[in-house]
């Protein structure tokens, strides 16, 4: 065996308390002492050499284990010590911001910002508006992705126009990664997605926050709280296509009163679906 090798695998040994052990080890022994098995996360991680034991009442680790946790292990042979470190998931994160910046390019958004509160990391990006809802949703889905497994709780889009922010979009990353891993259809995605139009006294200037449970519909009013959301979302769409269209000087009255149409239908279609 490498001297190295050995030196790190059994000389460099991160200790921890143990528990009583009894003279027979339930996984075998290793030079006379017990092998006991480490986890991380609850998945066992890979032995290549060195294995776990206990002597001496201590529960010794090699430290090349924590290789699989992602952790860096360095021997120095100069010093004879071994230098640990664990990455940190935000720095990391926040390198990828350039190249995000790029790829958003492909979806008419711009700008994304890796920004801190008080509840978090978080994400901001600015989605130049298309004048249609679906294709403004389908680029928010693909700018969900950029966010997937990454260490940042929230995703914030401003859907802008003319340099003027109409509304926001705020959506949890955990959403995402379940929508993308193909656990959560995308309509349901879109349904937990949170709008305020601009004009809104909603307040998503500090996401991550806990949110307030919303209060449950009066006893006879005949709509649960799902179909409210459903007329909440579309709602807030027609509210903010009108915006748009006021603020347009190349409006076009016919197409606009056909878009509307689409979007009463579709509503219409999704409040029968839940059996509005």
């Known amino acids: 065996m490498d001297k190295k090798k050995l030196l790190i695998g059994t000389a460099a040994l991160l200790l921890c308390f143990a528990g009583a052990v009894k003279a027979a080890s339930l996984n075998g022994d290793y030079a006379g002492n017990p092998i006991v098995k480490v986890l991380f996360g609850g998945k066992e991680l890979q032995v290549e050499d060195v294995p776990g034991v206990i002597q001496d009442g201590r529960t010794l680790v090699p430290l090349y284990l924590l290789k699989q946790t992602g952790a860096s292990v360095t021997w120095d ?3 004879y010590a071994v230098d640990v470190s664990f990455p940190n998931k935000v ?3 926040a390198a990828t911001i350039p190249a995000l910046n790029e790829q958003a390019k492909a979806y008419a958004a711009k700008n ?3 920004i801190y509160n008080a509840y ?5 990006v600015e989605l130049e508006q298309a004048g249609d809802s679906n294709t403004d949703n389908d680029h928010i889905i693909a700018l969900s992705q950029f966010v997937v497994n990454s260490p940042v709780e929230e995703l914030i889009v401003e859907t802008v126009h003319n340099h003027q922010v109409f509304g926001i979009t705020a ?3 955990l959403d995402a990664e379940q929508f993308h891993q193909k656990k959560l259809s995308e309509y349901d995605f879109i349904r937990r997605w949170r709008f305020q139009p601009n004009n809104s006294a909603i307040d998503l200037a500090a996401p991550n926050r806990p949110q307030p449970t919303p209060p449950q519909p ?3 009013t005949g709509i649960g709280p799902a179909c409210q959301q459903i007329t909440a979302n579309y709602n807030a769409q027609m509210l903010e296509a009108v915006n748009t269209y006021n603020a347009s000087v190349t409006s076009h009255s016919s197409g606009f009163d056909e878009y509307l ?4 239908q ?3 279609a999704a409040l029968k679906e839940n059996h509005c």
Do not use: A, C
């Not at 978090?120 to 901001?124: D, L």
């Not at 149409?261 to 009463?264: A, D, G, P, R, T």
């Open 91 to 93: 720095e990391d994160f």
């Open 112 to 114: 994304i910002q890796l």
């Open 218 to 220: 009066t006893v006879g």
């Open 77 to 79: 042979p100069d010093k």
């Open 266 to 268: 579709s509503m219409e």
């Open 261 to 264: 149409s689409k979007l009463q």
């Open 120 to 124: 978090g990391p978080y994400v901001k």
């Open 171 to 173: 959506l949890k990353r």
